[in-house]
């Protein structure tokens, strides 16, 4: 068989679900890992300033790579990947008040964010704080659809400027998804596609508009030996291209004439 028709025939299978994924399992040191890589990135947030955010250019999208290191060593994840971006974007005419109340009203997040949330509803809500379910559809070669749950507390530190931390408390691959099969793999024994997701949020109002950015802290599994031409592109090129997809989507939606 030509080389270009077996690789479509594996990638088929494999999303038919005749290949199965490979399960992994997050350990104990991989989630060790990964909370000492957020405590370190969260002290150097502490001492970020919001006027940072007016320096960005306003005009295109700007994402980039974040590093986050331990007194200048790299930070070990055995069994696991960190994928670690920041991205802004001005929004003209809008205001720091419906940036928030954008990001804040999750029953209509399944509406605004699709396709990626599929499914999006407030659990519990106490002032700013709130408890959230969002069912993400990730695509990439292959489809992965996971249930999760996040804690997001939104700040305000001023009345042109405010920010927002949502950390999530379980993720859960779905099985099956769609079908009256359907069934949540074992919390940290999946496909291991993403098994945590941060995201910091700064909005500042100024020069006309809204500044926002977002900064996205991601943790999947490391790459199966001999299978990196399928997995790769998806645990390695999916957090960028979800980054910008929201932060697109966010700045269209603050955008909209009927905002």
């Known amino acids: 068989m030509h080389l270009a028709r077996l690789v479509t025939a594996i990638t088929v299978a494999w999303s038919a679900g005749v290949i199965p994924a490979r399960a992994a399992d997050l ?38 790579p974040v590093v986050t290191r331990d007194q200048g060593k790299e930070i070990d994840v055995p069994g696991g990947l960190i994928h670690h971006w920041v991205g802004a974007a001005f929004v003209p005419g809008a205001t720091v008040e419906q940036a928030v ?26 002032g700013d704080t709130f408890k959230v379910f969002l069912r993400f559809m990730m695509k990439k070669v292959i489809t992965v659809v996971v249930n999760s749950e996040h804690q997001a507390q ?5 009345a042109d400027r405010a920010r927002s931390r ?17 069934r949540e793999k074992p919390v940290g024994r999946d496909g291991g596609y993403l098994w945590r997701l941060n995201s910091y949020w700064r909005f500042l109002e100024r020069d006309g508009g809204t500044y926002v950015q977002c900064e996205s802290l991601s943790l999947t599994r490391d790459i ?3 299978l990196g031409w399928l997995v790769g592109p998806f645990v390695t ?7 910008e997809f929201t932060l697109t989507t966010t700045r269209a939606a603050l955008a909209a004439p009927a905002r």
């Not at 964010?113 to 599929?118: D, H, I, N, S």
């Not at 949502?166 to 359907?182: C, H, K, L, N, Y």
């Not at 090129?237 to 980054?243: A, D, I, K």
């Open 101 to 126: 109340a954008l990001l804040q009203d999750y029953d209509r997040h399944a509406a605004i964010y699709a396709p990626t949330v599929e499914r999006s509803r407030i659990l519990a809500r106490d």
């Open 224 to 226: 199966p030996f001999g």
């Open 154 to 158: 939104f700040t305000r530190d001023g």
């Open 237 to 243: 090129s999916l957090p960028r291209e979800s980054l």
């Open 27 to 64: 350990r104990p040191e991989t989630v060790a890992a990964f909370d000492r890589y957020v405590r370190l990135t969260e002290q150097r947030m502490a001492g970020d300033t919001y006027e940072r955010l007016a320096k960005r250019p306003r005009g295109d999208l700007f994402i980039e």
């Open 166 to 182: 949502i950390v999530s408390t379980r993720i859960a691959e779905v099985e099956e998804p769609g079908t009256p099969a359907e």
